[in-house]
């Protein structure tokens, strides 16, 4: 029979509350592509930074929902988290290493997702909202679990 | 995150336990200073041998909680990092803005 590749959709309310219930999904799903509890939480923090940017800056109106796909296929992590933002321009963002900028409090979720990832695309649609791609490349050895206690 | 406070002397020790994330965590390490300066300590150690996770939110409160004791004439610093804690602030550079033991004993030993 054909091995099916891992994939989840899901739709959650658009609070911080839900951001612990897509990880959860999220890491069962790289647990079945049997990655290693590193690049798990390292694709975690980068989704957790996606769904926290999609909460805040992605719903027009209250109870907006915020939309997740998830899959492990061909050797590559892609998540894409889908909210109903207007979207923003990435070339605009400050650059948190700059030095007037080291001691702020915010500005350093997508710089962040940017270097746990592979790439990161941001898509706007007038109608759909935003999207961001988040890929990451697994074909490493590094990156597969080689005990039980990797899985765990 | 649970976050236990005790004392060694004149230094205020935060035993910080958990996640330090967007709207559960962040909060916690904020409120948890504001009350160790409202108390009147100016010498605040966060031990974070306990966070299992940290995001850019958790990351910011860090940064808050350092230049607010530092308006104050206060000094904060960090022990115990996990590799992951230590791992994100090096991304963003801010290792080399806190000031950062291994050791508890040195830590508290480098207050006075």
């Not at chain 1, 658009?14 to 590193?38: C, H, T, W, Y």
């Not at chain 2, 009350?35 to 860090?62: H, P, Q, R």
């Amino acid at each position: 029979m054909e091995k099916v590749a891992p994939h989840a959709h899901l739709t959650v309310v658009s609070r911080f509350e839900s951001i612990e219930l897509v990880l959860a999904v999220v890491d069962d799903l790289l647990k079945q592509a049997e990655l290693n509890g590193e690049t798990r939480h390292w694709v975690g923090l980068a989704v957790r930074e996606a769904i926290a940017n999609a909460v805040k800056h992605g719903s027009r109106e209250e109870e907006e929902r915020i939309r997740v796909e998830a899959t492990v296929e061909d050797g590559e992590v892609i998540v894409r988290v889908r909210d109903k933002g207007p979207g923003f321009d990435p070339d605009e963002l400050s650059d948190p290493l700059a030095p007037e900028n080291l001691l702020r409090p915010s500005g350093r979720g997508i710089f962040y997702m940017r270097k746990l990832m592979d790439d990161v695309e941001f898509r706007f649609d007038d109608d759909r909202g935003t999207e961001v791609v988040l890929r990451k490349q697994i074909s490493s050895e590094e990156d597969f679990a080689r005990t039980e206690e990797d899985t765990g | 995150m649970n976050i236990r406070q005790r004392e060694h002397g004149d230094v205020k020790i935060l035993d910080l336990q958990g996640k330090i994330t967007i709207g559960v965590g962040d909060v916690a390490v904020r409120d948890a200073v504001q009350t160790a300066l409202a108390a009147g300590s100016k010498k605040i150690l966060l031990n974070m041998e306990g966070v299992t996770t940290i995001d850019s939110a958790g990351v910011g409160e860090l940064v808050s909680a350092y230049t607010t004791v530092t308006n104050r004439d206060g000094v904060l610093k960090l022990v115990n990092l996990p590799s992951k804690v230590t791992d994100i602030l090096q991304i963003t550079q801010l290792i080399t803005v806190f000031e950062i033991y291994d050791d508890e004993d040195e830590a508290v030993e480098s207050f006075s």
